[in-house]
């Protein structure tokens, strides 16, 4: 069978924005395994000609100082299980109370009816139109005032209820829900709460993971709202300690080499869970329906 021009134009497409996707990561993973006095001498190969892993070695702590410093290290460090633990707690809070209350929400305007519902959905809606960088003055002198400084319950505050568009997003999902599941459900005598939670919530695996993987996502990637209130070694997360990891270089250009490993060692986490959930996505919504 002979190739299509249309066929073969898509997959090219494809292949080009598949390439542009991924070369940046490479490039720091390049990066990271390249020693530090060969970083401009050797920039134009795609493959470093040294190879080396004394950039993680030296950025987890695992060498001593005089090693990292000749290694073209300034000596400075990552405690990455700390910040690591930070970015997990602060992440999976926000993604799993913000995807049920997103859902008890979106289930509420898609089913419950009570006097001004169209118009606060409106509200929430346009609610979106408002740049996040709005609410962060007012969100930080709200918190300062509470004492919630330096504290996760301060860094979780502004986003751990709800977002206009998780809420959004679910309603539609709800809205296609057939009636037909719950009046069954109500004839079987489940209360609201019961077509919600038994009902409802096990049909939504699909958008509900969706959620729950973009939010978790942005949160582990956040980094001025946390600079802003996590400012402790308890609290900080690891976007943030990158930032003071860069800041330490003495010299008057950061430490590339050690940045990009450390980057590269941050994405560890979000991309196993990203795999791991994304397989339960795509089974979620081959399977979702009804039988």
């Known amino acids: 069978m002979r ?4 066929r073969f134009a898509g997959w090219t497409i494809l292949i080009v924005f598949l390439v542009l996707t991924i070369f940046p990561f ?5 990066t990271a395994i390249t020693p530090a006095g060969d970083i401009f001498t050797d920039s134009t190969n795609l493959l470093p000609q040294h190879p080396t892993m004394i950039n993680f070695w030296r950025v987890l702590g695992l060498v001593d100082t005089p090693t990292a410093i000749k290694a073209g290290g300034s000596g400075a460090k990552i405690n990455f299980l700390r910040y ?3 970015s997990g707690i602060y992440s999976l809070s926000i993604a799993a109370v913000q995807t049920f209350c997103c859902a008890m929400a979106g289930y509420a305007f898609a089913r419950l009816r009570f006097p001004g519902r169209d118009l606060l959905f409106g509200l929430l809606v346009a609610a ?8 962060l003055l007012p969100n930080f002198t709200l918190v300062k005032n509470l004492g919630l400084i ?9 986003s751990l209820l709800m977002t206009p568009f998780a809420v959004f997003f679910l309603r539609q999902f709800f809205l296609s829900v057939p009636r037909e599941v719950e009046e069954a459900a109500v004839i079987d005598g489940a209360g609201r709460w019961g077509i919600f939670w038994r009902v409802v919530m096990p049909m939504s695996r699909g ?13 582990w990637k956040d980094f001025l709202w946390p600079l802003l209130v996590g400012r402790g070694e308890q609290t900080r997360l690891l976007t ?3 930032g003071v990891f860069r800041q330490q270089s003495p010299n008057t250009q950061p430490d590339w080499t050690g940045l990009m ?15 791991f959930l994304g397989r339960r996505l795509v089974q979620s919504l081959n399977f979702t329906g009804i039988k």
Request: glycine share 4%.
């Open 84 to 86: 690591t633990l930070n």
């Open 150 to 158: 330096d504290s996760y319950a301060g860094m979780v505050a502004p």
């Open 3 to 6: 190739p299509r021009p249309g």
């Open 26 to 30: 490479y490039w720091m993973i390049r």
């Open 261 to 275: 490993a450390a980057s590269a060692l941050s994405v560890l986490p979000v991309l196993a869970l990203l795999v």
């Open 128 to 135: 979106l139109m408002v740049p996040p960088i709005f609410t």
């Open 240 to 242: 943030v300690a990158l």
């Open 207 to 219: 958008p509900l993971i969706t959620i729950a993987l973009t939010t978790a996502v942005w949160a």
